[in-house]
């Protein structure tokens, strides 16, 4: 698992991963820009306080200020999920950019559709979105947040990856016999990108070091017989 970690770490340099980096973060700012100003404007267009004599418009001003500020740091945190759901779209690039660097030797991976990658993205994104969204009932309690919020999301995040570049590779009965006798290396390297997650800035680039860190546990661990490709 650490020489997986220092390996994806480098392949943060090639250009493919960069090009990819750059794309979907200018996706994720402009999605999170469009609804802060979507949600914000519906805020201010919306009565929520009413006419309350001396009080009214002055209490409608505050509410709005404060929606708007609340919707923007939710936009700030669900932004790393934005990220994961439009970097799904490149997992074949990315997966290609590492193997083309370290695994020259094996077949070619079965090429998933357009779609296969939008619906993975998608899934991906949208169970981080709701699954943090529910830990946010503990944000006041920092220690359980902090825990349970890494014990989680290493689960998910373990899972998702390893499916991202498993099902490239193996069948679904291959990939969930693999994941239960690799579950222990699994989770731990999804803990490990869990806590990198919920480092402000550093987890921009969690979708694409996550998927390289996992296709390097992936091919180091894997039976050899497994290696021919799934059609």
Not at 41 to 58: A, R
Not at 137 to 152: D, E, K, T
Not at 174 to 197: C, D, E, N, T
Request: hydrophobic fraction near 55%; include cysteine.
């Amino acid at each position: 698992m650490i020489s997986a970690f220092f390996k994806a770490l480098s392949d943060l340099g090639d250009p493919r991963m960069r090009s990819v980096l750059w794309q979907s973060i200018g996706l994720s700012l402009v999605t999170a820009i469009l609804l802060w100003s979507g949600l914000t404007w519906l805020l201010s267009s919306t009565e929520l306080i009413g006419d309350v004599p001396f009080v009214g418009g002055w209490l409608e001003t505050a509410v709005d200020w404060l929606g708007s500020i609340a919707v923007f740091a939710l936009v700030i945190l669900l932004l790393p999920a934005f990220l994961g759901i439009y970097a799904g779209f490149y997992i074949e690039t990315i997966c290609r950019a590492v193997e083309a660097r370290h695994y020259p030797h094996l077949a070619t991976a079965r090429n998933q559709s357009i779609m296969e990658a939008v619906v993975t993205g998608l899934k991906f994104g949208v169970l981080l979105i709701v699954f943090n969204l529910f830990l946010l009932i503990f944000i006041f309690f920092p220690p359980i947040y902090f825990v349970l919020g890494w014990v989680v999301n290493g689960h998910l995040l373990g899972r998702e990856y390893l499916e991202m570049v498993g099902f490239r590779r193996m069948s679904p009965r291959q990939l969930h016999g693999y994941r239960h006798k690799k579950r222990g290396p699994i989770f731990m390297s999804g803990l490990m990108l869990a806590v990198i997650a919920s480092i402000p800035v550093v987890n921009l680039i969690l979708p694409l070091f996550g998927t390289a860190m996992m296709l390097h546990i992936f091919e180091e661990t894997r039976e050899l017989e497994s290696v021919n490709i799934i059609v």
